[in-house]
């Protein structure tokens, strides 16, 4: 695949922060992704440094002149070149994504834990509306991880986090979705127990008129068959 086929960033067309999420699909589909250089390999650091040097190189060279000429001025008197791929992603989202203050958004981000009583589902869809902002990237799976770990607030669900050697984003989910489950003991709880106690009342209910219908129905045909024998 050709570097052009990416094609400059329009601001009129995308934000930038779905712009440099294309980068790294890109990135991924010509094997530039940090994730392709095994950590145990022993030019990690030299292919690392390599890596990123070229996808630095990319995103300049094909972000367009708008784009360019707006990074180049926002790290003025510095170069380019002393940046990361990162650092440069994140100055042009602080550019061009107006309202978007990427360091403010990552505060939120480190600084969001789970409410008193709040059900997992609902602490994990504020963390990843929190994470839209942060310009994280392919790191997002890993710092969504890293953050329900910090933020979880019951220490029993974050020993059985910190157990695990190998710790996937999915995988966190799971356990703290099992877990919270069964042992929250708070409003949604209640009501939620409050509701399988009027299902099974109103269940309840609908057999016993079910029981007196079928009793009068039973009377009444006993009747009307005495009548007719007389």
């Known amino acids: ?77 510095r170069s380019v070149k002393e940046f990361s791929f990162a650092e440069l992603v994140q100055v042009g989202a602080e550019h061009f994504d107006s309202g978007i203050n990427v360091t403010h958004a990552r505060y939120e981000f480190c600084t969001c834990t789970r409410r008193e009583n709040e059900v997992f589902p609902e602490f994990f869809q504020r963390l990843t509306n929190l994470a839209k902002n942060c310009c994280f990237g392919q790191s997002q799976d890993e710092r969504l991880r890293d953050q329900i770990v910090v933020g979880i607030n019951d220490e029993k669900v974050r020993g059985q986090l910190l157990a695990k050697l190998v710790l996937t984003l999915e995988e966190t989910v799971n356990i703290c979705a099992q877990i919270i489950s069964k042992t929250s003991s708070g409003t949604y709880v209640s009501k939620i127990r409050l509701q399988i106690i009027q299902v099974q009342l109103l269940f309840k209910r609908c057999m016993f008129m079910f029981t007196i219908q079928t009793r009068v129905i039973g009377s009444s045909y006993s009747n009307d068959s005495g009548k007719n024998k007389k």
Request: with cysteine.
């Open 1 to 77: 695949m050709d570097a052009t086929t990416l094609g400059p960033f329009d601001p009129a067309a995308s934000s930038f922060a779905d712009y440099a999420e294309r980068l790294e699909f890109y990135f991924e589909s010509i094997d530039l992704d940090l994730l392709s250089i095994g950590s145990n390999d022993p030019e990690y650091d030299v292919k690392t440094e390599k890596l990123k040097s070229k996808r630095r190189a990319i995103f300049l060279s094909t972000c367009g002149p708008t784009c360019f000429d707006a990074i180049k001025t926002k790290v003025r008197p």
